[in-house]
C-alpha cells in the first residue's frame, strides 16, 4: 500500500505554532511557475542572511488552497522577528495561476513584493507533465492529455469562483497548456499590483547564472549584495526528451502567447535567444 502525504500532514507543525505576539509579516512571495524554477529561488532566497525562512521551509499554500485557514492561522508560518532579519517570505507556483489567490494576496499583503520565475512554456509543459505521471497523478499519454486538457479543465475556474472551499485536482494538476498563458497571469497581476512591486527572472538565466538573477532579487527586495556558494537547482527532473514533433506543435501553440509575453512590462528575455 502506497501512502502520500497529504497538505494537511505537511502543514501540521503549524497547529501547535498558533503563535502568541507578533510575528513577521511575509514581505515578499514567489507567486510561479510550477516547474520553472521557483522552488530553487526560494531556497536560494532563503540563504540570504537578512531573510527569515517560513517555517513550513517553503511555502504554506495559504491563497490557494488553504485559504479557508484564516490568517491568523497563516501568520503562524513565520518567525518572531530577530535583529539579523529584515523581510521574510514564502513560496507557492500556485499563486499565479489559482484565479482566486492574486486578488487574496493583493487584499491580505498589498505591499508585498512578488517574483515570477517564467520558463519555456515547451520544456515546463513537459517537465509538468512527467512530474505529475511519476507522482502517480496522470495515466494519459503527453499529446492525449494535452487533447483532453479543454475537456478536464472546463467549468473548473468558475467553479472554483464560487465556491472558494472547492479544490480543482485537474486545474492543480493537469493545466499543461494553461499554465503556460504567462501574459494572461501577469495581466491580472499588473492589474493588482504596481508592475515595481512584480520581478520577473527567466528561468533558465536564473540556472545558468543564480548570483547573476539574485542580485536582482537582492535589490528588488532592498537587501545588501551577498554572493552565495554551492547553489544548486532544487527539484531538478530526470527523463527522456521530447518527441521532436511535439514539441514544434508546443512552439506554434506557445508562440502567439510569448509575443503577446515580450511587449509586457519587467520582460526583458525571448526564449529563443537563450543559448
Not at 520565475?117 to 505521471?133: F, I, K, M
Amino acid at each position: 500500500m502506497s501512502f502520500r502525504r497529504t497538505s494537511a500532514d505537511l502543514l501540521a507543525p503549524l497547529r501547535p505554532a498558533l503563535s502568541r505576539g507578533a510575528r513577521m509579516r511575509p514581505g515578499f512571495l514567489v507567486v510561479g511557475t510550477k516547474r520553472g524554477g521557483s522552488t530553487s529561488a526560494y531556497h536560494w532566497i532563503s540563504q540570504h542572511p537578512k531573510v527569515a525562512p517560513c517555517l513550513t521551509r517553503k511555502g504554506t499554500h495559504y491563497f490557494d488552497v488553504n485559504h479557508g485557514r484564516g490568517f491568523a492561522w497563516y501568520a503562524s508560518g513565520f518567525e518572531k522577528p530577530r535583529p539579523e532579519w529584515t523581510i521574510t517570505g514564502e513560496a507557492s507556483p500556485y499563486y499565479m495561476f489559482h484565479p482566486l489567490a492574486p486578488e487574496r494576496i493583493a487584499r491580505e499583503l498589498p505591499e508585498a513584493r512578488l517574483i515570477v520565475v517564467l520558463r519555456d512554456p515547451v520544456t515546463r509543459a513537459w517537465s509538468h507533465y512527467q512530474y505529475e505521471l511519476a507522482r502517480g497523478d496522470e495515466s494519459l499519454p503527453f499529446d492525449v492529455a494535452l487533447a483532453r486538457e479543454a475537456e478536464r479543465l472546463d467549468g473548473e475556474e468558475e467553479r472554483m469562483r464560487r465556491d472558494q472551499g472547492y479544490e480543482s485536482f485537474a486545474h492543480r494538476h493537469h493545466s499543461y497548456l494553461h499554465r503556460g498563458h504567462y501574459a494572461e497571469q501577469l495581466e491580472h497581476l499588473y492589474d493588482l499590483f504596481p508592475t515595481g512591486q512584480v520581478l520577473v527572472l527567466q528561468s533558465e538565466a536564473m540556472f545558468a547564472d543564480p548570483n547573476g538573477q539574485l542580485a536582482r532579487v537582492w535589490d528588488f527586495l532592498d537587501l545588501p549584495q551577498v554572493r552565495l556558494d554551492g547553489l544548486q537547482p532544487m527539484k531538478a527532473g530526470s527523463y527522456e526528451a521530447m518527441p521532436e514533433g511535439t514539441a514544434h506543435l508546443l512552439a506554434d501553440y506557445f508562440a502567439p502567447h510569448n509575443d503577446k509575453l515580450y511587449t509586457m512590462p519587467g520582460i526583458d528575455f525571448r526564449w529563443e535567444e537563450a543559448s
